[in-house]
């Protein structure tokens, strides 16, 4: 049983749309639509709990997670959402004690999410040019507890003479024009290594995947993530009205250390036609 204490961090919970973080503090109370809640209410009590308002609403006490730091973090820059996120982890593997370089600190909820990941023995690097994002990065990453597991520095990986890091598991890149840092990405990832690139617009994605090409990457996926939410009661279940539009495309690729071949696409690689591919999923279900 967990239970709430001065400074702890607590997501106060009235519905889907209204839910405030906020670290304890036994003083502290703050004003709603649904009443004042008295933080001195929350102390004391276990996770999982709730407490009335003056208006006598129920507040739930929920420990916050990753996900609730990601979605409440202060935004200077735009973030990349959990369903972005999700499949980052996945499809590289992402997992702790890995060393990872990110290219674009903004508001730090990726940096957050990677830390969070790599903890305890991994660590995130992370560069920006701006130090007032940097700033704003710096309290969102110690609101979520990570920060032991980062170290935030102001470089320009495009001009430096050297590139900070090697042997890294995986560069991440949320910029402008990520293109431009694939070979500084290289030079810094271990065989087999993951470069990941947030690119909003698919004309970003064309010029990386040409970067991506030149700079011998192999293994690569262009990928646009949609979650649709569900709103299920019965008799009457169906999608949300409401939803997240375009956020981002996400593309991975993977250091090779031998000069990749130079036919581009897997067909050419596999010496067959494009109708002639089967897709992985239906060939697993004959089988
Ligand atoms: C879209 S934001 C990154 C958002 C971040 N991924 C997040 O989830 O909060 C892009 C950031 O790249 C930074 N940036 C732009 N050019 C840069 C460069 N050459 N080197 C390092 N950072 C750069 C900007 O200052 C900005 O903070």
């Not at 470069?195 to 990457?217: G, R, Y």
Request: charged share 25%; hydrophobic share 35%; with cysteine.
């Amino acid at each position: 049983m967990k239970k709430i204490k001065q400074n702890s961090n607590v997501l106060f919970f009235f519905s889907d749309s209204k839910k405030w973080l906020m670290k304890v503090s036994k003083n502290q109370q703050f004003h709603t639509h649904v009443g004042v809640i008295e933080h001195k209410k929350a102390i004391g009590k276990e996770y999982g709990s709730s407490l009335k308002t003056n208006k006598g609403k129920i507040i739930y006490l929920l420990e916050p997670t990753i996900y609730d730091y990601v979605m409440k973090s202060q935004r200077s820059t735009q973030i990349v959402y959990p369903k972005d996120l999700g499949y980052i982890a996945a499809r590289t593997g992402l997992q702790s004690g890995q060393k990872i370089v990110e290219i674009g600190t903004g508001s730090g909820s990726l940096t957050t999410f990677l830390a969070s990941l790599v903890k305890p023995r991994g660590h995130v690097y992370t560069y920006d040019v701006d130090e007032n994002f940097m700033a704003i990065a710096q309290k969102n990453i110690e609101r979520a507890g990570v920060a032991k597991f980062v170290t935030m520095e102001k470089l320009d990986i495009k001009s430096a003479k050297k590139v900070p890091m090697s042997e890294v598991d995986m560069v991440m890149v949320d910029l402008g024009d990520p293109w431009t840092v694939v070979p500084q990405a290289r030079k810094m990832l271990k065989g087999s290594g993951f470069i990941v690139t947030i690119c909003p617009t698919m004309n970003q994605l064309e010029k990386l995947a040409s970067a991506l090409w030149e700079n011998d990457f192999f293994d690569m996926e262009f990928t646009e993530q949609i979650v649709r939410t569900i709103e299920a009661r019965e008799g009457k279940t169906r999608h949300s009205f409401r939803g997240i539009g375009h956020t981002t495309y996400v593309a991975f690729a993977r250091k090779v250390t031998s000069p990749r071949d130079r036919r581009k696409t897997d067909a050419e690689l596999e010496g067959a036609t494009e109708e002639m591919q089967e897709d992985e999923s239906l060939s697993s279900v004959e089988k």
